[in-house]
């Protein structure tokens, strides 16, 4: 597909630099059967959930990935140590002290360089392609993620990052309720809506909740830069659901339970376990599955995601999921009523096409719509 067709209008003014206070409290545009959108707020989620309903969410925890340091050179190299400034993003941890990383700029640092932090905290360049890097902390492994926290900052995506720097509120705005397995260098923002009230409304209607852990990575903010989808490379990630999530998520749908997916990187994890459709197995490993229009999905029912970029593979994803022109339609629509967009905006309910369902009583019914 073209992905000009995944293109819109976004005023930057739309653009979220703070999350809704509270959480819940942003706006939910709710996308059902007939396409048609209707305005929400977060809080009002469990009117369209009910007893049987499996909510999987993303327990990755964000690491405080952004950090700044100065480049130390050893002497005799022809090129004087001058403690140049070094920005740097971690992308994936390599071992228990060693991390793949993007520079800026990577032209002042090169393979055999140290970059010293504060605290006096050093790593070592082991190799250098371009505007990546890997780096060997002078660390014991136990002391890597506390060592992290003081040093570093939370890596706010670029179009946050480049309107303010990071700050302590960020500390835990950027971090869900269900956080818990460090790795993560950008939040799986549909679970930043979720407040411990809103998780007990939920399950005072039944409504239970399954952990999968997916590490997002840079390449969610990555922009597609060829013209057809069939061209594009995909991220990976690492992901893994358990044998006891797999266990509940088909049990509920044995029952006649719908999966409600807590963001895109929920459901790519999933729908990369599912070796057929409806039914899902433990799964541990990289995924890069790539979702676009005319996929078919296998397990999710319905989707809490936020709004995304134009042209980005994520909208590609929510068209894939409730259908292109019904995206573009609400979208527009979202627009026009000043919906935030983005990691700190709001939220959209979104039904799989094909499925119409009755909220209150959770039963679905395939090819109705």
């Not at 653009?15 to 939910?28: E, M, N």
């Not at 007990?200 to 922009?223: D, R, Y």
């Not at 799964?283 to 995304?308: K, V």
């Amino acid at each position: 597909m073209q992905v000009d067709l995944f293109d819109f209008d976004l005023p930057e003014e739309l653009i979220a630099l703070r999350p809704a206070v509270p959480r819940d409290s942003a706006r939910l545009l709710h996308v059902g059967a007939t396409g048609e959108p209707d305005h929400y707020l977060v809080s009002e989620l469990p009117q369209f959930l009910g007893a049987g309903d499996v909510m999987v969410v993303n327990t990755t925890k964000v690491i405080p990935a952004r950090l700044v340091g100065r480049r130390v050179r050893p002497a005799g190299e022809g090129v004087a140590n001058t403690g140049a400034k070094v920005e740097l993003t971690l992308t994936e941890r390599l071992g228990p002290v060693a991390w793949g990383c993007l520079l800026k700029p990577a032209r002042r640092v090169k393979a055999g360089d140290k970059i010293l932090f504060d605290s006096d905290v050093e790593a070592q360049v082991t190799a250098r392609d371009r505007s990546t890097a890997t780096l060997e902390f002078d660390l014991e492994p136990a002391v890597m993620e506390p060592v992290l926290a003081h040093i570093g900052a939370m890596p706010l995506p670029p179009y946050i990052a480049g309107k303010r720097a990071p700050d302590a509120r960020d500390n835990d705005d950027y971090q869900t309720l269900f956080a818990a397995h460090a790795g993560a260098v950008a939040a799986p923002t549909a679970g930043l809506h979720f407040t411990a009230e809103l998780v007990k409304a939920l399950s005072e209607k039944g409504v239970s909740v399954v952990e999968v852990t997916l590490h997002v990575g840079p390449g969610t903010f990555l922009p597609v830069k060829v013209s057809d989808t069939k061209t594009h490379v995909m991220h990976s990630e690492w992901g893994e659901v358990t044998q006891k999530a797999a266990d509940a998520i088909n049990a509920a749908r044995a029952q006649g339970g719908r999966i409600v997916c807590v963001g895109t990187t929920a459901l790519r994890l999933v729908e990369s376990a599912c070796p057929e459709a409806g039914r899902i197995a433990a799964f541990r490993g990289d995924t890069d599955i790539f979702i676009t229009p005319g996929y078919q999905f296998r397990i999710c029912d319905l989707l809490l995601t936020n709004f995304h970029l134009p042209r980005s593979t994520l909208f590609m994803l929510v068209s894939a999921f409730s259908g292109l022109s019904v995206m573009q339609a609400a979208y527009a629509e979202a627009v026009a009523k000043g919906y935030r967009f983005y990691s700190y905006g709001d939220a959209c309910l979104l039904t799989r096409a094909g499925v119409a369902r009755t909220e209150e009583t959770g039963t679905e019914n395939a090819g109705e719509i």
